[in-house]
């Protein structure tokens, strides 16, 4: 008795076919295992080739820059880290109680309004920037009441 090759295949090997030929017609992963089916259920190899969720492009952000806000007998300190900036690149503008901080490098801006603890005299601003470090240092103002006192 001759052994003949019977035409007769697995079930599993039409679905391998199916496979092949998919990847031939350079279709999607997802389409490729769409209509497998085994007895009525999805095949267990279905799963193999689905698509994971697709991978989104990650923007890489910069983290914001540290800044501190101390208080001195006379002054209002205002300390922060802007690296990468150019000292002529950053400007700073105070009135009464708030400070505004803007910088700007070639792709990168920063842009900062804060709100100091004490009134302040703008004209008293005295900026110092190194090695990545600001430093701003602005003389508290007089409050009205001891203005008054002393005319009073």
Do not use: C
Request: overall charge positive.
């Amino acid at each position: 008795m001759k052994w003949r090759r019977s035409e007769k295949r697995p079930k599993w090997f039409k679905i391998v076919k199916k496979l092949d030929e998919a990847e031939n017609e350079k279709a999607s992963k997802i389409s490729r295992t769409k209509n497998l089916k085994v007895r009525g259920r999805p095949h267990p190899y279905m799963y193999m080739y689905r698509n994971s969720k697709p991978l989104k492009k990650t923007v890489w952000k910069e983290p914001e820059p540290l800044l501190d806000i101390f208080q001195e007998k006379d002054n209002v300190v205002v300390v922060a880290e802007l690296k990468g900036f150019k000292r002529e690149n950053i400007k700073a503008h105070a009135e009464k109680q708030r400070l505004i901080l803007s910088a700007k490098a070639q792709e990168r801006k920063y842009y900062k309004s804060l709100n100091l603890p004490k009134g302040v005299i703008p004209e008293s601003m005295r900026i110092t920037y190194k090695n990545g470090v600001l430093e701003i240092r602005l003389k508290k103002a007089l409050e009205e009441k001891a203005l008054n006192k002393v005319a009073g």
